[in-house]
Protein backbone atom coordinates (compact mmCIF):
# COMPACT_ATOMS: atom_id res chain seq x y z
CA UNK A 1 0.00 0.00 0.00
CA UNK A 2 3.00 1.95 0.34
CA UNK A 3 4.64 3.79 -2.53
CA UNK A 4 8.51 4.79 -3.05
CA UNK A 5 9.01 8.43 -3.58
CA UNK A 6 12.77 9.69 -4.26
CA UNK A 7 13.33 13.19 -3.04
CA UNK A 8 16.30 15.14 -4.21
CA UNK A 9 18.49 18.24 -2.58
CA UNK A 10 18.65 20.63 -5.28
CA UNK A 11 20.15 24.06 -4.98
CA UNK A 12 18.86 27.01 -5.82
CA UNK A 13 20.15 28.02 -9.18
CA UNK A 14 19.48 27.29 -12.71
CA UNK A 15 20.39 23.69 -14.17
CA UNK A 16 19.76 21.36 -11.12
CA UNK A 17 16.88 20.20 -12.87
CA UNK A 18 18.16 19.99 -16.18
CA UNK A 19 20.81 17.91 -14.61
CA UNK A 20 18.36 15.52 -12.64
CA UNK A 21 16.42 15.01 -15.35
CA UNK A 22 19.21 14.34 -18.21
CA UNK A 23 20.15 11.51 -15.26
CA UNK A 24 17.30 10.00 -15.74
CA UNK A 25 16.80 10.04 -19.55
CA UNK A 26 20.37 8.58 -19.72
CA UNK A 27 19.31 5.69 -17.31
CA UNK A 28 15.99 5.43 -19.12
CA UNK A 29 13.67 6.06 -16.28
CA UNK A 30 10.22 7.38 -16.63
CA UNK A 31 8.77 9.49 -14.00
CA UNK A 32 5.61 9.01 -13.17
CA UNK A 33 4.61 12.21 -10.78
CA UNK A 34 6.99 14.69 -9.84
CA UNK A 35 6.89 17.42 -7.27
CA UNK A 36 9.22 20.57 -6.96
CA UNK A 37 9.02 21.90 -3.49
CA UNK A 38 11.24 25.04 -2.95
CA UNK A 39 12.61 27.59 0.05
CA UNK A 40 14.68 30.76 -0.72
CA UNK A 41 18.08 28.52 -0.31
CA UNK A 42 17.43 25.17 -1.99
CA UNK A 43 14.52 23.07 -3.44
CA UNK A 44 13.58 19.67 -2.65
CA UNK A 45 12.51 17.61 -5.97
CA UNK A 46 10.06 14.75 -5.21
CA UNK A 47 9.38 12.03 -7.57
CA UNK A 48 8.15 8.55 -8.08
CA UNK A 49 9.59 6.56 -11.36
CA UNK A 50 9.20 3.19 -12.63
CA UNK A 51 12.27 2.05 -11.26
CA UNK A 52 12.99 3.48 -7.91
CA UNK A 53 16.34 1.47 -7.44
CA UNK A 54 17.93 2.39 -10.89
CA UNK A 55 17.00 5.78 -10.49
CA UNK A 56 18.84 6.05 -7.02
CA UNK A 57 22.04 4.52 -7.99
CA UNK A 58 22.12 7.06 -10.88
CA UNK A 59 21.32 9.52 -8.98
CA UNK A 60 23.71 9.23 -6.48
CA UNK A 61 26.87 8.11 -8.62
CA UNK A 62 26.13 11.90 -10.27
CA UNK A 63 26.45 13.45 -6.76
CA UNK A 64 23.39 14.05 -5.72
CA UNK A 65 22.00 13.82 -2.42
CA UNK A 66 18.94 11.55 -2.80
CA UNK A 67 16.90 9.91 0.34
CA UNK A 68 13.97 7.25 -0.37
CA UNK A 69 10.36 7.69 1.62
CA UNK A 70 7.04 5.99 1.38
CA UNK A 71 4.24 7.87 0.40
CA UNK A 72 0.74 7.13 -0.21
CA UNK A 73 -1.30 7.26 -3.34
CA UNK A 74 -5.12 7.77 -3.50
CA UNK A 75 -7.34 7.23 -6.36
CA UNK A 76 -10.83 9.45 -6.23
CA UNK A 77 -13.06 10.68 -8.82
CA UNK A 78 -11.92 12.91 -10.84
CA UNK A 79 -14.97 15.72 -10.64
CA UNK A 80 -15.68 19.13 -7.95
CA UNK A 81 -15.65 17.52 -4.31
CA UNK A 82 -13.17 14.55 -4.71
CA UNK A 83 -10.35 16.60 -2.73
CA UNK A 84 -12.61 17.42 -0.10
CA UNK A 85 -14.10 14.17 0.04
CA UNK A 86 -10.40 13.11 1.32
CA UNK A 87 -9.53 16.54 3.28
CA UNK A 88 -12.65 15.80 5.28
CA UNK A 89 -11.85 12.48 6.39
CA UNK A 90 -8.46 13.06 7.14
CA UNK A 91 -9.65 15.89 9.38
CA UNK A 92 -12.30 14.10 11.08
CA UNK A 93 -9.74 11.15 11.48
CA UNK A 94 -6.87 14.14 12.81
CA UNK A 95 -4.41 12.13 10.16
CA UNK A 96 -2.00 15.20 9.31
CA UNK A 97 -0.60 15.67 5.78
CA UNK A 98 2.66 16.86 5.61
CA UNK A 99 2.54 17.69 1.91
CA UNK A 100 0.20 16.34 -0.82
CA UNK A 101 0.59 16.62 -4.82
CA UNK A 102 -1.83 15.25 -7.65
CA UNK A 103 -2.06 14.35 -10.97
CA UNK A 104 -5.49 13.07 -13.39
CA UNK A 105 -4.97 9.79 -14.82
CA UNK A 106 -5.39 8.93 -18.55
CA UNK A 107 -8.20 7.57 -18.78
CA UNK A 108 -9.29 10.82 -17.32
CA UNK A 109 -11.91 9.03 -14.84
CA UNK A 110 -9.95 9.83 -11.71
CA UNK A 111 -7.66 11.75 -9.84
CA UNK A 112 -4.48 10.29 -8.01
CA UNK A 113 -3.07 11.96 -4.91
CA UNK A 114 0.03 11.67 -3.41
CA UNK A 115 0.12 12.19 0.22
CA UNK A 116 3.22 12.11 2.90
CA UNK A 117 1.27 11.31 6.32
CA UNK A 118 3.30 12.31 9.08
CA UNK A 119 1.89 8.55 10.28
CA UNK A 120 2.08 6.59 7.27
CA UNK A 121 0.24 3.42 8.77
CA UNK A 122 -2.48 5.30 10.79
CA UNK A 123 -3.19 7.44 7.23
CA UNK A 124 -3.33 3.96 4.92
CA UNK A 125 -5.79 2.48 7.63
CA UNK A 126 -7.82 5.92 8.13
CA UNK A 127 -8.28 5.69 4.02
CA UNK A 128 -8.90 1.89 3.30
CA UNK A 129 -11.38 2.34 6.41
CA UNK A 130 -13.50 4.95 4.88
CA UNK A 131 -13.46 3.10 1.52
CA UNK A 132 -10.91 4.86 -0.42
CA UNK A 133 -9.27 3.12 -2.87
CA UNK A 134 -5.54 3.23 -1.95
CA UNK A 135 -3.41 2.28 -4.93
CA UNK A 136 -0.20 -0.27 -4.54
CA UNK A 137 3.29 1.08 -5.33
CA UNK A 138 3.40 -1.72 -8.26
CA UNK A 139 0.63 -0.13 -10.08
CA UNK A 140 1.99 3.70 -9.37
CA UNK A 141 4.88 3.04 -10.99
CA UNK A 142 3.57 1.30 -14.21
CA UNK A 143 0.89 4.14 -14.35
CA UNK B 1 46.59 68.31 23.87
CA UNK B 2 47.80 65.55 25.90
CA UNK B 3 46.41 63.88 28.98
CA UNK B 4 49.77 62.45 30.66
CA UNK B 5 52.42 65.14 29.11
CA UNK B 6 55.14 64.38 31.15
CA UNK B 7 55.41 60.27 30.60
CA UNK B 8 53.52 61.34 26.66
CA UNK B 9 56.38 63.52 25.97
CA UNK B 10 59.63 62.04 28.10
CA UNK B 11 62.79 61.92 26.36
CA UNK B 12 63.72 58.36 24.16
CA UNK B 13 66.44 57.98 26.53
CA UNK B 14 64.36 58.20 29.56
CA UNK B 15 61.88 56.21 28.23
CA UNK B 16 63.51 53.47 26.95
CA UNK B 17 65.25 53.53 30.73
CA UNK B 18 62.01 53.29 32.06
CA UNK B 19 60.95 50.53 30.17
CA UNK B 20 64.14 48.50 30.69
CA UNK B 21 63.20 48.80 34.71
CA UNK B 22 59.48 47.54 34.10
CA UNK B 23 60.57 44.82 32.33
CA UNK B 24 62.62 43.42 34.27
CA UNK B 25 60.21 43.86 37.10
CA UNK B 26 57.35 42.26 34.77
CA UNK B 27 59.81 39.12 33.74
CA UNK B 28 61.01 38.77 37.37
CA UNK B 29 57.15 38.95 38.56
CA UNK B 30 56.42 36.84 35.71
CA UNK B 31 58.49 34.22 36.52
CA UNK B 32 57.81 33.82 40.04
CA UNK B 33 54.25 34.03 40.04
CA UNK B 34 52.86 32.27 36.73
CA UNK B 35 53.67 28.37 36.41
CA UNK B 36 53.44 29.21 32.92
CA UNK B 37 56.26 31.62 32.24
CA UNK B 38 58.78 29.42 34.66
CA UNK B 39 58.20 27.06 32.59
CA UNK B 40 58.07 28.44 29.29
CA UNK B 41 61.70 30.55 30.06
CA UNK B 42 63.10 27.39 31.58
CA UNK B 43 62.29 25.38 28.56
CA UNK B 44 64.82 28.47 26.44
CA UNK B 45 67.31 28.47 29.17
CA UNK B 46 66.26 32.25 30.54
CA UNK B 47 66.15 33.74 33.91
CA UNK B 48 65.05 37.22 35.13
CA UNK B 49 68.87 38.05 35.67
CA UNK B 50 69.31 37.71 32.21
CA UNK B 51 67.37 41.00 31.30
CA UNK B 52 70.03 44.06 31.32
CA UNK B 53 69.23 45.50 28.21
CA UNK B 54 65.85 46.38 26.00
CA UNK B 55 67.84 44.30 23.09
CA UNK B 56 67.85 41.12 26.02
CA UNK B 57 64.21 40.81 25.43
CA UNK B 58 64.44 38.68 22.36
CA UNK B 59 66.26 36.29 24.51
CA UNK B 60 62.37 35.41 26.12
CA UNK B 61 59.99 33.31 24.17
CA UNK B 62 56.94 34.44 22.37
CA UNK B 63 53.28 33.68 24.12
CA UNK B 64 50.56 32.69 22.18
CA UNK B 65 46.96 32.77 22.07
CA UNK B 66 47.20 28.81 21.83
CA UNK B 67 49.19 29.15 25.57
CA UNK B 68 45.95 31.46 26.79
CA UNK B 69 43.80 28.35 25.71
CA UNK B 70 45.83 26.03 27.27
CA UNK B 71 45.74 27.84 30.03
CA UNK B 72 41.49 28.50 30.09
CA UNK B 73 40.49 29.88 32.05
CA UNK B 74 42.45 31.76 35.05
CA UNK B 75 45.97 29.53 34.62
CA UNK B 76 48.44 32.83 33.66
CA UNK B 77 46.66 35.00 36.23
CA UNK B 78 49.59 36.29 38.44
CA UNK B 79 47.10 37.33 41.38
CA UNK B 80 44.47 35.63 43.44
CA UNK B 81 40.83 36.00 42.87
CA UNK B 82 40.44 37.68 45.48
CA UNK B 83 42.84 41.07 43.44
CA UNK B 84 40.84 40.60 40.29
CA UNK B 85 37.85 43.16 39.88
CA UNK B 86 37.20 42.38 36.80
CA UNK B 87 37.16 39.50 34.18
CA UNK B 88 36.52 40.22 30.29
CA UNK B 89 36.60 37.58 27.52
CA UNK B 90 37.27 37.85 23.70
CA UNK B 91 37.62 35.33 20.81
CA UNK B 92 38.82 31.88 21.31
CA UNK B 93 40.91 30.08 18.46
CA UNK B 94 37.40 27.17 19.41
CA UNK B 95 34.70 26.96 21.85
CA UNK B 96 36.20 28.47 24.76
CA UNK B 97 37.12 32.49 25.03
CA UNK B 98 40.35 34.09 25.58
CA UNK B 99 40.00 34.85 28.99
CA UNK B 100 41.47 37.93 30.61
CA UNK B 101 41.63 40.04 34.23
CA UNK B 102 41.85 42.98 36.04
CA UNK B 103 43.28 44.29 39.40
CA UNK B 104 41.90 47.56 40.37
CA UNK B 105 45.34 49.17 39.49
CA UNK B 106 44.98 47.73 35.77
CA UNK B 107 41.28 49.09 35.88
CA UNK B 108 43.09 52.66 36.93
CA UNK B 109 45.79 51.81 34.06
CA UNK B 110 43.38 51.16 31.75
CA UNK B 111 41.25 54.27 32.16
CA UNK B 112 44.49 56.30 31.98
CA UNK B 113 45.46 55.03 29.15
CA UNK B 114 42.19 55.73 27.52
CA UNK B 115 41.80 58.93 28.73
CA UNK B 116 45.01 59.56 26.77
CA UNK B 117 43.20 58.14 23.63
CA UNK B 118 40.07 60.65 24.10
CA UNK B 119 42.82 63.34 24.63
CA UNK B 120 45.27 62.21 21.90
CA UNK B 121 41.77 62.90 20.01
CA UNK B 122 41.02 66.31 21.15
CA UNK B 123 38.26 65.99 23.71
CA UNK B 124 38.05 67.49 27.43
CA UNK B 125 35.89 66.71 30.22
CA UNK B 126 33.63 69.08 28.18
CA UNK B 127 32.81 66.58 25.94
CA UNK B 128 29.99 64.29 25.79
CA UNK B 129 31.28 60.64 24.67
CA UNK B 130 28.61 58.64 22.59
CA UNK B 131 29.76 54.89 23.49
CA UNK B 132 28.23 52.40 20.73
CA UNK B 133 31.06 50.13 21.55
CA UNK B 134 28.97 46.29 22.86
CA UNK B 135 28.92 46.63 26.93
CA UNK B 136 29.88 42.79 28.08
CA UNK B 137 32.51 40.77 28.20
CA UNK B 138 34.14 42.57 25.13
CA UNK B 139 36.53 45.21 26.19
CA UNK B 140 35.31 48.33 24.04
CA UNK B 141 32.34 48.88 25.98
CA UNK B 142 33.26 49.43 29.36
CA UNK B 143 36.77 50.35 28.22
CA UNK B 144 35.65 53.08 26.50
CA UNK B 145 33.38 53.74 29.16
CA UNK B 146 35.83 54.04 31.63
CA UNK B 147 38.23 56.15 30.36
CA UNK B 148 35.66 58.31 29.65
CA UNK B 149 34.88 58.99 33.05
CA UNK B 150 38.77 59.15 33.90
CA UNK B 151 38.53 62.36 31.69
CA UNK B 152 35.34 63.53 33.35
CA UNK B 153 33.59 63.59 30.19
CA UNK B 154 29.99 62.79 29.98
CA UNK B 155 29.46 59.26 28.50
CA UNK B 156 26.28 57.40 27.43
CA UNK B 157 26.39 53.87 27.36
CA UNK B 158 25.08 53.26 24.60
CA UNK B 159 26.52 49.55 23.78
CA UNK B 160 25.68 48.27 19.81
CA UNK B 161 22.32 47.68 18.02
CA UNK B 162 19.33 49.66 18.45
CA UNK B 163 20.06 52.19 15.33
CA UNK B 164 16.83 54.35 15.23
CA UNK B 165 17.56 54.81 19.14
CA UNK B 166 21.09 55.80 18.69
CA UNK B 167 20.10 58.27 16.21
CA UNK B 168 17.62 59.85 18.17
CA UNK B 169 20.24 60.32 21.10
CA UNK B 170 22.72 61.56 18.74
CA UNK B 171 19.95 64.61 17.93
CA UNK B 172 18.59 64.78 21.23
CA UNK B 173 21.33 64.61 23.52
CA UNK B 174 23.85 66.16 20.84
CA UNK B 175 27.25 64.27 22.17
CA UNK B 176 30.20 65.94 20.49
CA UNK B 177 32.33 62.48 20.29
CA UNK B 178 31.47 58.80 19.22
CA UNK B 179 33.76 55.58 19.82
CA UNK B 180 32.21 52.22 18.10
CA UNK B 181 33.93 50.21 15.14
CA UNK B 182 34.20 52.32 11.22
CA UNK B 183 31.57 50.14 9.94
CA UNK B 184 28.71 51.08 12.57
CA UNK B 185 29.81 54.45 11.83
CA UNK B 186 28.96 54.25 8.32
CA UNK B 187 25.83 52.54 9.00
CA UNK B 188 24.64 54.83 11.38
CA UNK B 189 25.08 57.34 8.37
CA UNK B 190 23.13 55.85 6.18
CA UNK B 191 20.31 54.63 8.31
CA UNK B 192 20.40 58.36 9.45
CA UNK B 193 20.28 59.87 6.12
CA UNK B 194 17.78 57.12 4.88
CA UNK B 195 15.71 59.01 8.03
CA UNK B 196 16.12 62.69 6.79
CA UNK B 197 18.31 63.21 9.65
CA UNK B 198 20.77 65.66 8.42
CA UNK B 199 24.18 63.83 10.04
CA UNK B 200 26.86 66.61 9.51
CA UNK B 201 24.08 69.06 11.09
CA UNK B 202 24.83 66.92 14.65
CA UNK B 203 26.85 68.17 17.18
CA UNK B 204 29.41 65.78 16.49
CA UNK B 205 33.17 66.80 15.89
CA UNK B 206 35.37 63.58 16.97
CA UNK B 207 34.98 59.59 16.37
CA UNK B 208 37.29 57.24 17.74
CA UNK B 209 37.11 53.82 15.71
CA UNK B 210 38.29 50.28 16.55
CA UNK B 211 38.51 47.08 16.64
CA UNK B 212 38.61 46.39 13.16
CA UNK B 213 40.66 47.15 10.10
CA UNK B 214 39.59 50.20 8.09
CA UNK B 215 41.56 51.89 5.07
CA UNK B 216 42.16 55.77 4.62
CA UNK B 217 39.18 56.05 1.99
CA UNK B 218 36.80 54.58 5.01
CA UNK B 219 38.16 57.02 6.96
CA UNK B 220 37.55 60.08 4.51
CA UNK B 221 33.54 58.72 3.71
CA UNK B 222 33.10 58.68 7.65
CA UNK B 223 34.33 62.21 7.99
CA UNK B 224 32.74 63.42 4.85
CA UNK B 225 29.34 61.92 5.90
CA UNK B 226 29.39 62.58 9.42
CA UNK B 227 31.53 65.89 9.42
CA UNK B 228 33.63 64.69 12.08
CA UNK B 229 37.10 63.85 12.17
CA UNK B 230 37.93 59.71 12.64
CA UNK B 231 40.35 58.81 14.54
CA UNK B 232 41.77 54.83 14.72
CA UNK B 233 42.22 53.25 18.17
CA UNK B 234 43.92 49.92 18.54
CA UNK B 235 43.88 47.78 21.46
CA UNK B 236 43.09 43.65 22.01
CA UNK B 237 41.68 42.51 25.44
CA UNK B 238 45.17 39.98 25.81
CA UNK B 239 47.06 42.94 25.82
CA UNK B 240 44.57 45.84 28.06
CA UNK B 241 41.83 46.15 25.77
CA UNK B 242 41.53 49.47 23.55
CA UNK B 243 43.36 51.78 24.64
CA UNK B 244 47.01 50.35 23.77
CA UNK B 245 47.71 52.63 20.67
CA UNK B 246 45.92 55.87 19.64
CA UNK B 247 46.21 58.08 16.46
CA UNK B 248 46.77 61.71 17.49
CA UNK B 249 44.78 64.50 15.87
CA UNK B 250 47.62 66.44 15.16
CA UNK B 251 49.30 63.32 13.32
CA UNK B 252 46.71 61.46 11.66
CA UNK B 253 49.45 59.39 10.68
CA UNK B 254 50.04 56.29 12.44
CA UNK B 255 48.95 55.13 16.24
CA UNK B 256 51.27 56.35 19.39
CA UNK B 257 51.66 53.05 21.25
CA UNK B 258 52.03 53.96 24.89
CA UNK B 259 55.44 52.63 25.32
CA UNK B 260 55.66 53.25 29.24
CA UNK B 261 53.02 50.68 29.34
CA UNK B 262 53.69 48.33 26.79
CA UNK B 263 56.98 47.29 24.71
CA UNK B 264 56.14 46.63 21.25
CA UNK B 265 58.03 44.65 18.56
CA UNK B 266 57.78 43.72 14.89
CA UNK B 267 58.80 40.38 13.71
CA UNK B 268 58.56 38.10 10.68
CA UNK B 269 55.73 36.06 11.51
CA UNK B 270 57.35 33.28 9.77
CA UNK B 271 61.06 33.10 11.58
CA UNK B 272 60.22 34.77 14.69
CA UNK B 273 63.01 37.62 13.87
CA UNK B 274 62.60 40.82 14.99
CA UNK B 275 62.30 43.52 11.65
CA UNK B 276 63.45 46.82 12.19
CA UNK B 277 60.89 49.96 11.95
CA UNK B 278 59.90 51.01 8.72
CA UNK B 279 59.34 47.27 7.71
CA UNK B 280 55.95 45.12 8.19
CA UNK B 281 55.64 42.67 10.90
CA UNK B 282 53.72 40.80 13.14
CA UNK B 283 52.90 43.17 16.49
CA UNK B 284 54.21 41.69 19.30
CA UNK B 285 53.52 43.22 23.00
CA UNK B 286 54.77 42.84 26.28
CA UNK B 287 52.94 44.81 29.01
CA UNK B 288 54.69 46.53 31.76
CA UNK B 289 52.53 47.65 34.31
CA UNK B 290 49.46 45.16 34.09
CA UNK B 291 49.32 43.38 37.65
CA UNK B 292 46.92 40.42 36.99
CA UNK B 293 47.34 39.94 33.82
CA UNK B 294 51.08 39.91 32.54
CA UNK B 295 52.00 38.96 29.19
CA UNK B 296 55.84 38.90 27.64
CA UNK B 297 56.07 38.93 24.11
CA UNK B 298 52.27 37.98 22.84
CA UNK B 299 52.14 37.61 19.27
CA UNK B 300 48.77 39.72 18.17
CA UNK B 301 48.81 37.94 14.87
CA UNK B 302 48.31 41.62 13.71
CA UNK B 303 50.76 42.83 10.70
CA UNK B 304 51.95 46.88 10.73
CA UNK B 305 55.15 48.90 11.03
CA UNK B 306 56.76 51.07 13.21
CA UNK B 307 57.05 54.73 12.61
CA UNK B 308 59.97 55.99 14.38
CA UNK B 309 60.02 59.98 12.97
CA UNK B 310 58.67 62.02 15.75
CA UNK B 311 55.40 63.61 15.19
CA UNK B 312 54.30 66.81 15.06
CA UNK B 313 52.07 66.21 18.01
CA UNK B 314 55.18 66.09 20.69
CA UNK B 315 54.70 62.50 21.74
CA UNK B 316 57.65 60.97 22.11
CA UNK B 317 56.32 57.45 21.94
CA UNK B 318 56.78 55.43 18.18
CA UNK B 319 54.08 55.31 16.34
CA UNK B 320 52.06 51.77 14.34
CA UNK B 321 50.59 52.31 11.01
CA UNK B 322 46.94 51.32 10.74
CA UNK B 323 46.69 47.58 10.93
CA UNK B 324 46.96 46.15 7.29
CA UNK B 325 46.33 42.41 7.94
CA UNK B 326 46.38 39.14 10.09
CA UNK B 327 49.52 36.63 10.08
CA UNK B 328 46.63 33.63 10.57
CA UNK B 329 42.84 33.19 9.44
CA UNK B 330 41.38 35.28 12.05
CA UNK B 331 38.55 37.19 10.65
CA UNK B 332 37.05 40.21 12.05
CA UNK B 333 32.95 40.62 11.21
CA UNK B 334 31.20 43.98 12.39
CA UNK B 335 33.75 44.24 15.11
CA UNK B 336 34.02 40.65 16.40
CA UNK B 337 36.52 38.54 16.39
CA UNK B 338 35.75 35.03 14.30
CA UNK B 339 37.90 32.25 14.01
CA UNK B 340 37.05 30.06 11.14
CA UNK B 341 37.95 26.86 13.62
CA UNK B 342 35.51 27.98 16.09
CA UNK B 343 32.73 28.00 12.99
CA UNK B 344 34.24 24.29 12.70
CA UNK B 345 33.51 23.49 16.22
CA UNK B 346 30.13 24.41 16.29
CA UNK B 347 28.89 23.00 13.33
CA UNK B 348 30.87 19.90 14.08
CA UNK B 349 28.61 19.54 17.24
CA UNK B 350 25.47 19.09 15.25
CA UNK B 351 24.51 15.65 14.57
CA UNK B 352 25.01 14.80 10.43
CA UNK B 353 27.23 17.64 9.85
CA UNK B 354 30.03 16.69 7.64
CA UNK B 355 32.66 19.21 7.82
CA UNK B 356 32.32 20.77 4.66
CA UNK B 357 31.81 24.55 4.78
CA UNK B 358 32.52 27.46 3.30
CA UNK B 359 32.86 30.92 4.90
CA UNK B 360 31.76 33.70 2.35
CA UNK B 361 32.48 37.11 4.38
CA UNK B 362 30.85 40.27 2.43
CA UNK B 363 30.11 43.81 3.17
CA UNK B 364 26.56 44.97 1.52
CA UNK B 365 26.54 48.70 1.86
CA UNK B 366 28.16 49.40 5.32
CA UNK B 367 28.01 46.50 7.45
CA UNK B 368 29.49 43.26 7.15
CA UNK B 369 27.63 39.72 6.51
CA UNK B 370 28.75 35.83 7.06
CA UNK B 371 27.42 33.79 4.81
CA UNK B 372 28.04 29.73 6.27
CA UNK B 373 27.87 27.22 3.45
CA UNK B 374 27.14 24.01 4.76
CA UNK B 375 27.10 20.87 2.07
CA UNK B 376 24.35 18.27 2.42
CA UNK B 377 25.26 14.81 2.86
CA UNK B 378 23.15 11.48 3.22
CA UNK B 379 22.42 11.35 6.60
CA UNK B 380 21.26 15.19 7.08
CA UNK B 381 19.13 15.03 4.21
CA UNK B 382 15.45 14.73 5.01
CA UNK B 383 12.18 15.09 2.95
CA UNK B 384 10.85 17.54 5.00
CA UNK B 385 11.15 21.14 4.65
CA UNK B 386 10.62 22.33 8.07
CA UNK B 387 13.90 19.64 8.81
CA UNK B 388 16.29 21.33 6.72
CA UNK B 389 14.71 24.57 8.15
CA UNK B 390 15.59 23.78 11.17
CA UNK B 391 19.10 22.89 10.82
CA UNK B 392 19.71 26.00 9.11
CA UNK B 393 17.78 28.01 11.90
CA UNK B 394 20.22 25.75 14.69
CA UNK B 395 23.23 26.60 12.87
CA UNK B 396 22.59 30.32 12.74
CA UNK B 397 21.65 30.13 16.62
CA UNK B 398 24.65 28.07 17.83
CA UNK B 399 26.64 30.40 15.77
CA UNK B 400 25.04 33.26 17.62
CA UNK B 401 25.14 31.88 20.79
CA UNK B 402 28.82 30.50 20.93
CA UNK B 403 30.55 33.73 18.53
CA UNK B 404 28.18 36.58 18.87
CA UNK B 405 28.09 36.46 15.03
CA UNK B 406 24.48 36.68 13.37
CA UNK B 407 25.40 34.05 9.98
CA UNK B 408 23.26 33.10 7.12
CA UNK B 409 23.12 29.47 6.60
CA UNK B 410 22.92 28.16 3.55
CA UNK B 411 22.53 24.36 3.01
CA UNK B 412 24.64 23.90 -0.51
CA UNK B 413 24.39 20.11 -2.27
CA UNK B 414 26.69 17.58 -1.69
CA UNK B 415 30.77 17.67 -3.22
CA UNK B 416 29.89 21.04 -4.74
CA UNK B 417 32.46 22.90 -2.08
CA UNK B 418 35.85 23.20 -3.14
CA UNK B 419 38.03 20.15 -1.79
CA UNK B 420 41.80 20.33 -2.22
CA UNK B 421 44.75 18.19 -0.52
CA UNK B 422 46.25 20.81 2.03
CA UNK B 423 43.92 22.85 4.12
CA UNK B 424 40.77 23.65 2.06
CA UNK B 425 40.03 26.99 1.61
CA UNK B 426 37.32 27.82 4.33
CA UNK B 427 37.00 31.37 3.92
CA UNK B 428 36.07 33.51 0.96
CA UNK B 429 36.50 37.00 1.85
CA UNK B 430 34.64 39.72 -0.76
CA UNK B 431 35.04 42.46 1.12
CA UNK B 432 37.18 45.04 0.07
CA UNK B 433 38.08 48.29 2.41
Redesign the interface.
Known amino acids: MKVE ?1 I ?1 I ?3 NKPG ?1 LEHVTRVLADADINIRALSL ?1 D ?1 S ?2 G ?1 L ?1 LILNNTNTAEKALQDE ?5 R ?1 DVVAVEIPDRPGGMHGISKVLAAENVNV ?2 AYAFVERSGENAIIIF ?1 FDDIDRGIKVLLENGFTVLPGEKVYRL | MIFNEEFETLPREALEALQLKRLQQVVRRAYHTVGFYKRSFDEVGVVPDDINTLHDIIRLPFTVKQDLRDNYPFGLFAVPMSNIVRLHASSGTTGKPTVVGYTRRDIETWSNLMARSFVAAGLTSNDVIHNAYGYGLFTGGLGAHYGAERLGASVIPMSGGGTKKQIMILQDFGPTAICCTPSYALYLAEQGEEMGVDMRSLRLRVGIFGAEPWSERMRQEIEERLGITALDIYGLSEIIGPGVAMECTEGRNGLHVFEDHFIVETINPDTGECVPPGEEGELVFTTLTKEAFPLIRYRTRDLSRLMEEPCKCGRTHVRMARVSGRSDDMLIIRGVNVFPSQIESVLLAIEGLEPHYQLIVEREGTLDTLEIQVEMSEDLFSDEIKTLQNIEKRITKDIKDYLGVTAKVKLVGSKTLERSEEKAQRVIDRRTL
Do not use: C, M, N
Open positions: QSFLEGATDFIRGFTVRSEYR
